[in-house]
Nanobody, 123 residues
Framework: VQLVETGGGSAQVGGSVTLSCRFS????????MGWFRQAPGKERELVAA????????YYADFAKGRFTISRGAVLNMVHLQMNRLETDDTAVYYC?????????????????WGQGTQVTVSS
């Protein structure tokens, strides 16, 4: 399956950006969908993830209250709504898929990745 992210770009501190990721084929409810980010010189980290059933949702501490992950109705898209952006949110954002009942925060357990989309937040 191929993953393609859209929606990155530039924003001001306090602004909002919405990222979308389309899969080349619908993911079954057994797949977890996630958004990771990687800033220059830092490791890739999980931002948010949702299980295919929608029953489980994970947010990193820095994302709680500001970011919202959501799935498309036919499980071929996942979105990340980012509000109240901060300069520390500047990074390349990647969507990922993982066939599992568990949401793993370690990126090494996620086998399918998009190409990434840059988000730059300036003051």
């Amino acid at each position: 399956v191929q993953l393609v992210e859209t929606g990155g770009g530039s924003a001001q501190v306090g602004g909002s950006v919405t990222l979308s990721c389309r899969f080349s084929e619908p993911a079954s409810s057994a797949y977890n969908m996630g958004w990771f980010r990687q800033a220059p010189g830092k490791e890739r980290e999980l931002v948010a993830a949702v299980s295919g059933s929608g029953a489980s949702v994970y947010y990193a501490d820095f994302a709680k209250g500001r970011f919202t992950i959501s799935r498309g109705a036919v499980l071929n898209m996942v979105h990340l709504q980012m509000n109240r952006l901060e300069t520390d949110d500047t990074a390349v954002y990647y969507c990922a898929l993982k066939f599992s009942n568990n949401i793993d925060i370690d990126p090494k357990w996620w086998p399918s990745w998009g190409q990434g989309t840059q988000v730059t937040v300036s003051s």
